[in-house]
T-cell receptor, first 118, second 111 residues
């Protein structure tokens, strides 16, 4: 099946620093990737939709200047959390849709990145 | 926008019994309904999905039913095993093709 990787798997940083998270589709091309945030014991909340070659679209309440998204190739999207603060600590998960596959609805999830801001 | 509600929030079953999780959605244009299983600290894994032109789908011990008129869909797990213990999420696509997730169901299968 389709494989999505994420890096790093966990990161601890100081308040005020920026953190970059990478999401890669390993064996398929993805024109669309999604970024989710998941707090403990809660559901996945969509933050933004990342479109290859164009600007990301953000969900209501998500600050685009704080969560920078770059989708420069068909296999890579990055999320940068700028000036991170303790309230940004969360589990960040990306997903990707196979552009060429028979089912363009199916989203394949990365393993997630645990961000802890001290 | 799409609103997905999921019940129950927790479900305890004896090994071998069946488990049923129910979801409702609000957007009549939704046409794709996946179910994900998530173990603690891990990625959500797709276990089964159904599209709006189908009423029921089965894969071994797992089945999903969809009632488009009533806008609800359900996950059925038969002959539950301890390794079925996890959090299960239903989801539905909204009119933009984005997934909206239910709140999740913590399933505990006791031996």
């Amino acid at each position: 099946g389709a494989v999505v990787s994420q890096h790093p798997s966990r990161v601890i940083c100081k308040s005020g620093t920026s953190v970059k998270i990478e999401c890669r589709s390993l064996d398929f091309q993805a024109t669309t990737m999604f970024w989710y945030r998941q707090f403990p014991k809660q559901s996945l909340m969509l933050m933004a939709t990342s479109n290859e070659g164009s600007k990301a679209t953000y969900e209501q309440g998500v600050e685009k200047d704080k969560f920078l998204i770059n989708h420069a190739s068909l296999t890579l999207s990055t999320l940068t959390v700028t000036s991170a603060h303790p309230e940004d600590s969360s589990f960040y998960i990306c997903s990707a849709r196979d552009s060429a596959g028979g089912s363009t609805d199916t989203q394949y999830f990365g393993p997630g990145t645990r961000l802890t801001v001290l | 926008g799409e609103n997905v509600e999921q019940h129950p929030s927790t479900l305890s079953v004896q090994e071998g019994d069946s488990a049923v999780i129910k979801c409702t959605y609000s957007d009549s244009a939704s046409n794709y309904f996946p179910w994900y299983k998530q173990e603690l600290g891990k990625r959500p894994q797709l276990i089964i999905d159904i599209r709006s032109n189908v009423g029921e789908k089965k894969d071994q011990r797992i089945a999903v039913t969809l009632n488009k008129t009533a806008k609800h869909f359900s996950l059925h797990i038969t002959e539950t095993q301890p390794e079925d213990s996890a959090v299960y999420f239903c989801a539905a696509t909204d009119s933009w093709g984005k997934l909206q997730f239910g709140a999740g169901t913590q399933v505990v299968v006791t031996p």
